[in-house]
């Protein structure tokens, strides 16, 4: 089943290169709406067994809106989804015993040490002494969560409770995992200790659905890349199958006043004084453009290669430059520290 | 598998146990108060009526059935709570049913409320000479029953409540209305006519009918089955509320 396309001719695929044999998630034609506003367009996705699928999108995009249906918090108005097999809206039950979901939003009892919060979830899963005691260890050992097992959750760093908050979702080892933005807020150590996380629990065949804003972390785990855009999916891949597809590198010019008007013909675009040029031969592109520039070329004041990643890719698919609050073009906003793909 | 209300329930009591001084003056207020108010009421059950114990043989079922009115509300903030912490979508995305979730949450509160009207009875008995004369089987059953029809009644408030201020500013009123109107702070001979009319709607009304026939009429569980029945009522009718109005995915505002 196709996707519903935004832009372009081609149908956009539900699922990406990366492939195992089951689909842990499947979603078919998801749509809701919030009081008249189409917030989901007819969502098609899947995701397999061992796949880290990456929700990316500026905010409101829909993916906490995806994150919440699959997640039994909110009711779907048209679609199917299943989990496993198990038909997640009809029997939403059965189907959140194979899901673990850590919200966007912290959620975690602050009253409690962190075994207090792990414990719950463990006993939800019908974990108990023994067992139950094993899982916390594994559990926080893998988030390095170890040594923190008897201090109270309220009293932790902001990103150790980020770390809790994502193991509360592991405790009953799911086969669909629902982390939305978990590393958000966190500091490097926790936002590491996450992706590695994340990338050993597909490892070792969990399906994950990763609903993030930052287009490094995609790069980083690997992940297939779902991109919406108001509501629908833009583009589906791997990011290596989307660069290829989509996008250019691009070579941005800065001048200490406006680009001159008369420049070597090919793809540009003006903004202020920088002028971009898209092209397969970025090299081979500053060299034409320098001597063409003749004596304007004393007005030049910087030269920058774009390399082709995500980013360029959403700029390729929707004409402008990815912005986590969305619609913007905020230069250096795609990353925790103003990451941006860059080379000089 | 087990029943996932249980561990929601344990989870709870992990919660309230980092509050111990809920329940500790949950029992010293109570007591404070009966060692005010007990020679004030040895004028209405007559001086030697009950025993020679006096007042505090009508004190004592009246202020635990009072504190526990007073108290009905507070099992709402356990939603607040978890709706500020953002653990109710987390526990909504667990493999525990809404009801489970709300029984498992209730459970720990009720229990609170049965300990704190033992409680207080033990330490009447202990330093006022509080005797239960009736059968003591009866006594706790009424004690479970009042518990678990107040408990449902806070349910109620809550799932009327937006927000933990209106909570708050409602069971404090329903709270008063329901121990005043039951006889639970003065007994209902010493109030208007009125009060008397409409007592039996009540459920407070009931819990101290069958405490006073426990208490001061030696009293067994024959004696004690209309009111037991009446405050079973009481808590199927608060619960079907309840669970009416309940709105399991709507918001709760903590503050505001």
């Known amino acids: 089943m196709d996707g519903h396309v935004v832009r372009g001719a081609r149908p956009i695929p539900a699922e990406a290169g990366r492939r195992s044999a089951e689909v842990i998630l499947r979603i078919d034609g998801l749509r809701k709406s919030y009081r008249g506003v189409e917030v989901l367009r007819g969502i098609d996705l899947r995701v397999h067994a061992g796949e880290v699928a990456s929700l990316l999108g500026p905010n409101g995009a829909g993916k906490s809106t995806i994150v919440s249906i699959v997640a039994g918090l909110r009711r779907a108005d048209a679609g199917s989804i299943t989990v496993a097999g198990v038909d997640a809206l009809a029997r939403s039950r059965a189907a959140r015993r194979m899901i673990g979901l850590a919200p966007q939003e912290l959620a975690v009892c602050p009253v409690l040490d962190v075994a207090g919060n792990l414990r719950l979830f ?54 669909l995992l629902l982390l939305d933005e978990v590393t958000a807020g966190s500091d490097v150590e926790s936002r590491a200790c996450l992706v590695d996380l994340v990338r050993k629990l597909a490892a070792e065949g969990a399906a994950v659905l990763y609903s993030t804003h930052y287009l490094p972390e995609v790069e980083m785990l690997g992940a297939s890349v779902v991109l919406l855009e108001a509501g629908a999916v833009l583009a589906r891949g791997t990011v290596p199958e989307l660069v290829a597809e989509h996008a250019v590198a691009t070579v941005e010019f800065g001048f200490v006043d406006p680009p001159p008007v008369a420049i070597p013909a090919g793809a540009t675009q003006r903004r202020g004084n920088v002028l971009r040029v898209a092209t397969a031969d970025p090299a081979g592109t500053i060299v034409a453009m320098v001597r063409s520039l003749g004596d304007d070329a004393g007005r030049l004041r910087s030269v920058e290669i774009v390399q082709a990643n995500l980013e360029t890719v959403y700029l390729a698919l929707t004409g402008r430059r990815y912005s986590p609050e969305g619609g913007g073009a905020a230069r250096n906003a795609t990353g925790p520290a103003g990451a941006t793909g860059r080379r000089p | ?38 020679s004030l009421l040895t004028g209405t059950v007559g001086s030697g009526g009950a025993g020679g114990a006096g007042g505090v043989q009508i004190a004592v079922p009246g202020i635990a059935v009072a504190f526990a009115a007073f108290g009905a509300g507070r099992l709402g903030f356990a939603f607040f709570r978890d709706q500020a912490w953002g653990t109710w979508d987390r526990l909504r995305a667990s493999p525990a049913s809404t009801l489970e979730i709300v029984v498992g949450k209730l459970l720990p509160w009720a229990a609170l409320s049965l300990v704190q009207m033992l409680g207080l009875i033990l330490v009447a008995a202990a330093l006022f000479g509080f005797r239960v004369r009736g059968s003591w089987p009866a006594l706790v059953i009424l004690l479970l029953g009042t518990a678990t029809c107040l408990t449902a009644f806070g349910a109620l408030l809550t799932a009327f409540s937006r927000t933990s201020q209106q909570l708050n500013v409602v069971n404090g009123v329903c709270g008063v209305a329901l121990a005043a109107l039951g006889g639970a702070l003065v007994p209902t001979s010493a109030l208007p006519h009125w009060v008397a009319v409409v007592a039996p709607a009540t459920p407070t009304y009931w819990a101290l009918q069958g405490l006073h026939r426990v208490v001061l009429q030696r009293g067994g569980l024959a004696d004690a089955a209309v009111p037991i029945l009446a405050l079973l009522a009481f808590t199927a009718g608060f619960a079907v509320l309840a669970a009416y109005r309940f709105r399991f995915e709507e918001s709760k505002v903590y503050w505001g």
Do not use: C, Y
């Open chain 1, 122 to 175: 463990g006993e939800l899963a019908g974990l108990r002494g023994r067992a139950l005691r094993a899982r916390i260890g594994e559990v926080a050992a893998g988030l390095g969560l170890d040594g923190l097992l008897n201090r109270q959750v309220g009293r932790l760093s902001g990103g150790q409770k980020r770390r809790v908050h994502t193991a509360m979702a592991l405790m009953h080892r799911p086969r």
């Open chain 2, 1 to 38: 598998m087990r029943w996932p209300g249980a561990a929601v329930a344990r989870h709870e009591f992990r919660v309230i146990a980092t509050m111990p001084g809920l329940a500790i003056f949950g029992i010293v207020l109570p007591i404070v108060l009966v060692s005010m108010i007990k």
